[in-house]
DNA sequence: GCCTGTTGTTTGAACGCTCAATCAACAGGC
DNA sequence: GCCTGTTGATTGAGCGTTCAAACAACAGGC
């Protein structure tokens, strides 16, 4: 395991944990065993940190984040839900204090430099593109002319609202009950384009 | 207007413009022209700051938020657009910086004081129940036995996930789309209301 | 096999600065 | 004279960052 790698696993761990300001490089520093000197040595600052994080989750959405969910499910409607239902398990597993690391990054972040806000606004891009291919793949269980992109954007938009809640009340049930809207949604979108053919 | 009533003034703008982490006292201090005694005077710790800018939102809902999105309203679906129209408002006008306040206190703050946490909590739930008052006034609109609580915590999640997207963005049409979404969810919610009747 | 020069990496003390918070001194009304 | 509220320089911890020095690994000449 190189500097590089060990500083941005310790990196995604704290930045999620914490915060990204309340993250100091003393904290890096103690959780990767390096000096300070290393660290400089491969990132030029804090924000380049940040920006190695950015890139890691960007480069790894596949691997680290749909492969896991979508093992074993087929239908296209469902991996959408087994999707979200991998955040269900990260908030539970954390007793609540779960934060989409994107999502709150992006909150936090209030003045972000231009590479920082386009790396957090492909990352939110590409999650919703890999949701937009399975509404593409459910084809005509929508409504003709749905817009698959609109939609994904508000799936995105659902996950993001269901975190936030769950962890300001440290209780899962109002993720839950944010899917549980989702899905009369889309139930509602199915049964629809089942009338209209 | 008392040193106090300054002080929680300048902390919602400055809390909302720059978090509460990256507004230091210094900044609090020039904004009111007060001195750092004065303050401490008022506010044991910049904590009680925060609690105070948090009792506040949660004091001030009615005549801050709702009244000024309802002035003209009287429809009760329309109300609820009506506040998210109050929200895209504030997004356009401040360029796409803008943030729902509790949103993005309630991210910024990784683990944040109980009596914090639950200020948050409060303030979220006193804005989910004032959309559930316009849900159960709606009455026979929506389908008989919906869970108008779960509806209203929807209407949240799809508030906060639009104000994330369009400010990550920097584009308003984010949150326009996310609103669009939640307008053809209750076109189907009252269809399905209509059919059954 | 041995020395020498080079390159890339690591070390960790130190720096300058900002931060939240303090406190002895003071002012003005009653 | 007392008390409530204000002043603003001061404190010390913590922050991100720097840098001269040490070190390891290797290549080339002899």
Chains 1, 2 share one sequence.
């Not at 937009?132 to 938009?157: H, I, M, W």
Request: charged content about 25%; some cysteine; hydrophobic content about 40%.
């Amino acid at each position: 395991m190189t500097p590089r790698e060990k500083i941005i696993y310790a990196a995604m761990e704290l930045f999620g944990l914490k915060g990204y300001n309340s993250t100091s490089i003393a904290d890096l520093l103690s959780r990767t065993q390096l000096n300070s000197g290393s660290l400089y040595h491969v990132f030029p600052s804090k924000q380049d940190v940040l920006i190695g994080v950015l890139e890691a989750y960007r480069d790894g959405i596949e691997e680290m984040l749909l492969e896991p969910a979508w093992g074993q499910v087929d239908d296209p409607i469902e991996k959408i839900f087994a999707l979200l239902g991998g955040y269900r398990t990260m908030i539970a597993e954390s007793d609540c204090t779960y934060g989409c690391p994107i999502g709150s990054l992006a909150l936090e972040l209030h003045e972000p430099d231009p590479q920082v806000r386009d790396l957090l606004a492909v990352n939110f891009e590409n999650w919703a593109k890999a949701v937009q291919r399975c509404l593409e793949a459910a084809g005509p269980r929508l409504p003709k002319g749905t817009d698959t992109n609109a939609l994904s954007e508000f799936v995105l938009t659902a996950m993001e609202g269901g975190v936030m809640q769950a962890r300001t009340h440290r209780d899962v049930a109002y993720f839950d009950r944010t899917v549980e809207q989702l899905r009369a949604h889309f139930a509602l979108l199915e049964q629809a384009a089942k009338q209209a053919a």
